[in-house]
T-cell receptor, first 111, second 110 residues
Framework: ETGVTQSPTHLIKTRGQQVTLRCSSQ?????VSWYQQALGQGPQFIFQ???????GRGNFPPRFSGLQFPNYSSELNVNALELDDSALYLC??????????FGPGTRLTVL | DQQVKQNSPSLSVQEGRISILNCDYT??????FLWYKKYPAEGPTFLIS?????DKNEDGRFTVFLNKSAKHLSLHIVPSQPGDSAVYFC?????????FGTGTSLTVIP
């Protein structure tokens, strides 16, 4: 077990809605990254937060946004959901040794 | 454009034999590499890592080899066990962002 938790585990939304996914990082890790994993693909980097500031972003539109809180928990927000947003969303916290530890993921289905 | 590639979508190996999973990358700036194992309905589990200053790292039955000139890394599992059956992802990064391959599904046959 990595110590990284995510909620909810599953979520069903309809197109156009907004969603918030939550992640609690492993203790002592101040960097968190979010990934989207579509079926049959590897995780794709969405963005990374370090000490509450976004410090890296992948090729995702602005309707994907995030927050990191002082206790290093974080949120991923997606606005104006599209069918292609259906995926497994993973958060990962990073140790001092630069290793990422993943949570179990949130499975989002957009209908 | 895929910066990290795992060209074998699947691999089957007899229990007790060696499993070799391969990964290629395109960006010479990548300096940190990881392997993850993933079971269905779970997040990826970290297995082993290697930094670009090394060419080999070993942890129990798992060894990762890095060939920087060829931009290639491989994961060796010896001896393979049925519990190793899972999807394996390699990831490469430059310290900020990690790029993942599409995974290799390993089946270890008892």
């Amino acid at each position: 077990e990595t110590g990284v938790t995510q909620s909810p585990t599953h979520l069903i939304k309809t197109r156009g809605q907004q969603v918030t996914l939550r992640c609690s990082s492993q203790s002592g890790h101040n960097t968190v990254s979010w990934y989207q994993q579509a079926l049959g693909q590897g995780p794709q980097f969405i963005f990374q937060y370090y000490r509450e500031e976004e410090n890296g972003r992948g090729n995702f539109p602005p309707r994907f946004s995030g927050l990191q809180f002082p206790n290093y928990s974080s949120e991923l927000n997606v606005n104006a959901l599209e069918l292609d947003d259906s995926a497994l969303y993973l958060c990962a916290s990073r140790s001092q040794a630069n290793t990422q530890y993943f949570g179990p993921g949130t499975r989002l289905t957009v209908l | 454009d895929q910066q990290v590639k795992q060209n074998s979508p699947s691999l089957s190996v007899q229990e007790g034999r060696i499993s070799i999973l391969n990964c290629d990358y395109t960006n010479s700036m990548f300096d940190y590499f990881l392997w993850y194992k993933k079971y269905p309905a779970e997040g990826p589990t970290f297995l082993i890592s290697i930094s670009s200053i090394k060419d080999k790292n070993e942890d129990g039955r798992f060894t990762v080899f890095l060939n920087k000139s060829a931009k290639h890394l491989s994961l060796h599992i010896v001896p393979s066990q049925p519990g190793d059956s899972a999807v394996y992802f390699c990831a490469a990064g430059d310290g900020n962002q990690f790029y993942f391959g599409t995974g290799t599904s390993l089946t270890v046959i008892p």
